[in-house]
């Protein structure tokens, strides 16, 4: 039998009796990073268990060697460095593999980084999509993030230290400075930081202090809030400009030109468009 096996994404107590029975049972132990596991093992007093790594760049190759140990009846439990297996992390291809050949992975639930931010979001009645990681190149965000422009759910993405900057930088620039984020950071472990602003101001708050700029971060973008009477607060130079821009360009770019032109809130810019094709 095998399990998939969440383990904790900061505070090491963060798992379930269950999965530490299975665990202490395991004839083998799938580790992302053997010496990070061995860390969590060893403080829950669960020694001499046989490591084998089992990471993206080897997936494939181990995945064949698993089949062979189930058909020796050993007992197999996969878990990566923090968190839910599968889940932005490896373990996804070795069920792939379990499923083809008949054989069914048994989860055990528990800590999950964007399960745990989402939980104490406020979100009520709100349906939200895990994209995981963004594009490394800037353009390559900017167009994912332009797909989320209108969208009526909530997005959640994991981003790393060096790039979480940019990539607000990015979602000021596509999605606007009013658009709401919540943002967790170092989640359950000593400095955790976990922040609900519109994000301008999170991008403000990101760049005034450093320490805010390390470890690993999750972001929940909030639904664009609907605004109400939008042709009611735009000029009538605003909305004449808009509505011929856009007969010609994409909404995010007629919105651009037109605020550059005849200035207005990018979000009410945008939503007016919103209404209009919805009209």
């Given at each position: 039998?095998?399990?998939?096996?969440?383990?904790?994404?900061?505070?090491?107590?963060?798992?379930?009796?269950?999965?530490?029975?299975?665990?202490?049972?395991?004839?083998?132990?799938?580790?992302?990073?053997?010496?990070?596991?061995q860390?969590?093992?060893?403080?829950?007093?669960i020694?001499?268990?046989?490591?084998?790594?089992?990471?993206?760049?080897?997936?494939?190759?181990?995945?064949?060697?698993?089949?062979?140990?189930?058909?020796?009846?050993?007992?197999?439990?996969?878990?990566?460095?923090?968190?839910?297996?599968?889940?932005?992390?490896?373990?996804?291809?070795?069920?792939?593999?379990?499923?083809?050949?008949?054989?069914?992975?048994?989860?055990?639930?528990?800590?999950?980084?964007?399960?745990?931010?989402?939980?104490?979001?406020?979100?009520?009645?709100?349906?939200?999509l895990?994209?995981?990681?963004?594009?490394?190149?800037?353009?390559?965000?900017?167009?994912?993030?332009?797909?989320w422009?209108?969208?009526?759910?909530?997005?959640?993405?994991?981003?790393?230290?060096?790039?979480?900057?940019?990539?607000?930088?990015?979602?000021?620039?596509?999605?606007g400075?009013?658009?709401?984020?919540?943002?967790?950071?170092?989640?359950?472990?000593?400095?955790?930081?976990?922040?609900?602003?519109?994000?301008?101001?999170?991008?403000?708050?990101?760049?005034?202090?450093?320490?805010?700029?390390?470890?690993?971060?999750?972001?929940?973008?909030?639904?664009?809030?609907?605004?109400?009477?939008?042709?009611?607060?735009?000029?009538?130079e605003?909305?004449?400009?808009?509505?011929?821009?856009?007969?010609?360009?994409?909404?995010?770019?007629?919105?651009?030109?037109?605020?550059?032109?005849?200035?207005?809130?990018?979000?009410?810019l945008?939503?007016?468009?919103?209404?209009?094709?919805?009209?």
């Open positions: 039998m095998l399990y998939i096996c969440a383990t904790p994404i900061g505070n090491l107590d963060d798992i379930s009796l269950r999965a530490l029975e299975i665990l202490t049972k395991a004839d083998i132990i799938l580790c992302e990073d053997t010496r990070n596991s860390k969590l093992l060893n403080h829950h007093g020694n001499q268990k046989r490591l084998i790594a089992l990471h993206d760049h080897n997936e494939n190759e181990i995945s064949q060697k698993v089949l062979e140990w189930l058909n020796q009846e050993l007992l197999i439990v996969q878990i990566s460095d923090a968190g839910t297996p599968g889940i932005s992390d490896p373990g996804a291809r070795l069920c792939n593999v379990l499923h083809a050949n008949q054989i069914t992975p048994h989860p055990l639930p528990g800590a999950c980084a964007y399960i745990s931010l989402l939980s104490v979001s406020g979100l009520v009645d709100t349906p939200s895990f994209h995981g990681f963004l594009p490394n190149k800037s353009s390559q965000r900017q167009k994912q993030l332009n797909l422009l209108g969208v009526e759910y909530a997005v959640a993405i994991y981003e790393s230290p060096h790039r979480i900057v940019d990539s607000l930088s990015d979602i000021v620039q596509c999605l400075t009013t658009r709401e984020i919540v943002m967790g950071r170092e989640l359950t472990k000593h400095f955790e930081t976990i922040k609900k602003l519109p994000a301008g101001e999170l991008l403000d708050f990101v760049k005034s202090d450093s320490n805010q700029q390390r470890g690993e971060f999750v972001l929940i973008i909030l639904p664009q809030l609907k605004i109400k009477n939008t042709e009611e607060q735009l000029t009538a605003q909305i004449s400009a808009l509505n011929i821009i856009a007969a010609e360009l994409p909404s995010k770019k007629a919105v651009n030109l037109t605020n550059k032109l005849f200035g207005g809130n990018k979000d009410l945008y939503q007016y468009l919103l209404d209009l094709k919805a009209d």
